[in-house]
Structures are given as structure tokens and as C-alpha cells.
């Protein structure tokens, strides 16, 4: 998804040591299509060139409001109303209390003053030390900022400038670039909660050993992404996989089937969907072995038994929240062939209204697919793209049927 082809942003700089990574922001939300229009207070021109800032942004940067190339001079007014948003990163705690105040004594915040507040939203993504930051003065201007309709982005945690550790960085440049996106994004799924299970699950033979599947998450990760860009609360239930957490999704590891259900169960009554993206192992070994099975040297392999793993999907789907439709369950798929009869039979199987059939010896692994959605009325294909822009059609087409 890139909502942000085609904005004009304003990126203003506060003084903070964070600048630099509003270089490396600028230089994303360019590569994203976004024209972006540089404005420094005099502090952050301490830590980073105007120069710099025009290289990166392609047009000359602001630091002044008795900039004579105005023909009005009124720098401020013009600014302000050719943009979609300003996003002030770093926003240093003594430029959150100028905000506050509503005060307007250089170039900056007087453009955030003099926005139309209705059409421009203001976005800030604080950057101090974690004493500033934890201090009630720092703590009651963003609550105020945000009751009076400023968009505060989180700060980050971790080693700080001056030596120190704890929460006050500010986000990283793509971790903010993130943000936008969410941003911009049309909030379809405001006020739903998604349950999202992904990747394969891993049951083990003995502590060495085990038996898994191809699927890597990203689907599963994808729709977690989709969810959380239109606005739900989003938890994710992974299995084994290497695939970073998309932002502001919370994440629940699991290895086998049996704490992959137990990870549901837990989230299952806060949700109002259900999207089970996993490849959930369909059998255990019957016992694990303490220790590694090791070759006795007579050649013999060991003999393995299995039993069925539950069936989480089917599990959910027959509960009393799913079947008065307060939950609403999505199951997929994985098919080798006959993808339309497997499908059609499998949602009536796991009793869910909307089934998403895929193939997945082609798709396992890889960053796109296509998807072939089955319902009560019949089956209706989402042609080949990219898992994430999948994801997106396929979240849109769950929010319609939330309506
Ligand atoms: N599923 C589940 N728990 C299981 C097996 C599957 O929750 N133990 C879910 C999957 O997450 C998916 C759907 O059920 O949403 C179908 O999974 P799939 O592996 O395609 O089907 P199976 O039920 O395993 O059927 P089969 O192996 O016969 O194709």
C-alpha cells in the first residue's frame, strides 16, 4: 500500500540529535512519491544542513519566516495551505511546548499555527532524553497536544545520544515512513478486532527433532499489516518464521499446534474476525521423546505414530460468538489441485462463511500468490499480485461484509 504517492508534506526539524534520521525520512517519503517541503527552526540547523535537506527533498528548505522569496512574505500562509500534512520529526520537548502554547516566534511553528486545522493534520514524532521525556511537564503537553488534535507518534526505547538508555528516540525513519502510510490509510476496519494465525507449526519428534511445513507467514504477516493499516486492533499468532512484526501489531509466538490453540483461545473473545492464515500441522507425533533418538547400529528406524492435532479453525468457528456472528471466521486454504471443488468443500467443512483458497506449492515462500475467495453465493477470484496487495483487497472485502 503506498497512501502517501502523490501528498505534499511539510517535514519540519526541531533541534534534537534525531536529525539526522529525518534525512533518511525525508529520502523515503521522496522515494514514495511524496513532495516534501523541508522546514528548520534555527536549532535544528545546529545538527543538520539546510544543504542537505535540499539535496535530499529536491527544493530549497525553509528556515525563516522573512524568507524574501515569498512574493506575499508570508512564508507561513503559503506553506500551510499547499500541504496535506506536516510531519515535525524530530519534535524536540521544547518545541512540543511551544505548540502547546500556541506560540509562533519562528518560521516552524508558525506554519503549524497558522494550518487550517481541519484540512491539515499536524503529526510530531518526539525526540529527547528519557528523563525529558518522562518528565510530567514533557508527559502533560503531549496529553494536551493529542486532546487538542496533534497526532503524537510513539517515541523508541533503547541506547540514547548522551549514554543513556530508555524511552525517548525518536522512531526510526522507516518505522515513521510506517506510521504515514497507516496514516493516510481509509479506515475500514475502525473499532474491529482481527485475530490473525500465521505461518506453519512445528511439532516435535524428540528435542532435536520435528515435522513442519513450507509456509513462511507472509501472507498470514501481510493480512496482519492490511488489518492494522485500516484501522483494527491486530494480534498475531505465529508460528516458527522469520518475518519482522509489522508495526503496531501485537505478536504471540507459538511452535506446535496445541499452543498455537491455546494462543487463540486466549485472544479468541476480544476479536470480531478470525483470519486463520496458518498451515497448522494436521498431525502429532503421538509421544516426544525426552532425549534425542539415537541409531542403535542394528539399522532399524524407529517406528513414529501420530494423532490428529485439533483443529483450530473448526474449533472457533463452532463456538457461540462465531455462530451468532459476532465473530466473523475467515479460513484458507492450501491446495496442490482442484482448488474451486477443495475449497467450496472445506468452508462448508470448517462451517466459515468465507473460505480463501490458494495453491500452495506455489505460493509457500514466496512474496505473491492469488486467491480465489469462496462464499455462500459462489467464488470470486483476486488475480495474481503481491501477497501485501492481496492482503489489502482481501481486508477491504472482510470490511464490506462487516457492514
Ligand atoms: N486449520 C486449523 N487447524 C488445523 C488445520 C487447519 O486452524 N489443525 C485451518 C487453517 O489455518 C486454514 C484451514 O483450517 O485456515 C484449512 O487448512 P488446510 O491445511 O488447508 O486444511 P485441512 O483442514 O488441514 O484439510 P486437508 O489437510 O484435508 O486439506
Redesign the pocket.
Known amino acids: 500500500m503506498n497512501t502517501l504517492a502523490g501528498k505534499h508534506i511539510v517535514l519540519g526539524l526541531s533541534g534534537g540529535i534525531a536529525a539526522f534520521k529525518s534525512a533518511e525520512l525525508c529520502r523515503a517519503l521522496v522515494k514514495a512519491g511524496v513532495t516534501v517541503q523541508v522546514v528548520m527552526t534555527e536549532a535544528a540547523e545546529q545538527f543538520m544542513t539546510a544543504v542537505t535537506m535540499q539535496a535530499l527533498s529536491g527544493r530549497p528548505v525553509y528556515t525563516s519566516q522573512w524568507d524574501t522569496r515569498e512574493a506575499n512574505n508570508m512564508a507561513h500562509i503559503n506553506l500551510s495551505r499547499e500541504a496535506d500534512a506536516i510531519v515535525v520529526a524530530p519534535a524536540s520537548a521544547d518545541f512540543m511546548a511551544k505548540l502547546l502554547h500556541g506560540r509562533a516566534d519562528e518560521l516552524l511553528s508558525l506554519v503549524c499555527l497558522a494550518r487550517p486545522i481541519e484540512q491539515v493534520p499536524l503529526i510530531v514524532a518526539p525526540a529527547m532524553n528519557r528523563e525529558m521525556w518522562a518528565n510530567p511537564a514533557t508527559q502533560r503537553n503531549v496529553a494536551q497536544l493529542k486532546a487538542d488534535g496533534i497526532h503524537v507518534l510513539d517515541v523508541g526505547q533503547g541506547d540514547q545520544a548522551c549514554g543513556e538508555t530508555g524511552d525517548g528516540r525518536m522512531l526510526e525513519a522507516e518505522e515513521i515512513l510506517e506510521d504515514l502510510v497507516a496514516f493516510f490509510a481509509p479506515k475500514t476496519m475502525a473499532s474491529q478486532h482481527v485475530l490473525v494465525?500465521a505461518g506453519p507449526t512445528y511439532e516435535a519428534i524428540d528435542p532435536v527433532r520435528g515435522i513442519t511445513n513450507l509456509s513462511s507467514g507472509k501472507m498470514g504477516f501481510a493480512i496482519a499489516r492490511a488489518a492494522r493499516m485500516a484501522g483494527a486492533q491486530v494480534t498475531l499468532v505465529a508460528g516458527p518464521v522469520h518475518l519482522p512484526t509489522p508495526r503496531g501489531v501485537q505478536r504471540m509466538d507459538v511452535r506446535s499446534?496445541r499452543q498455537m490453540l491455546d494462543a487463540v483461545q486466549s485472544q479468541v473473545d476480544k476479536a470480531s474476525v478470525l483470519v486463520?492464515?496458518?498451515?497448522?500441522a494436521?498431525w502429532r507425533p503421538d509421544t516426544q521423546a525426552d532425549q534425542k533418538i539415537k541409531k542403535d547400529g542394528s539399522g532399524q528406524t524407529p517406528s513414529l505414530k501420530f494423532v490428529e492435532?485439533?483443529?483450530?479453525?473448526a474449533t472457533v468457528a463452532q463456538s457461540a460468538r462465531a455462530q451468532s456472528g459476532a465473530l466473523f471466521c475467515v479460513?484458507?486454504?492450501?491446495e496442490s489441485h482442484d482448488l474451486l471443488a477443495h475449497a467450496t468443500a472445506?468452508r462448508l467443512r470448517?462451517g466459515v462463511p468465507l473460505l480463501v483458497g490458494n495453491i500452495g506449492p506455489a505460493t509457500f515462500g514466496q512474496d505473491d500468490n492469488a486467491l480465489l475467495l469462496v462464499d455462500d453465493a459462489g467464488a470470486r477470484e483476486l488475480p495474481h499480485a503481491s501477497k501485501q496487495a492481496l492482503a489489502e483487497q482481501l481486508i477491504a472485502d472482510i470490511a464490506r461484509r462487516l457492514k
Do not use: H, Q, S, Y
Open positions: 494465525t499446534a486463520a492464515t496458518a498451515a497448522v494436521d492435532n485439533p483443529d483450530i479453525l479460513g484458507f486454504a492450501a472445506k470448517k
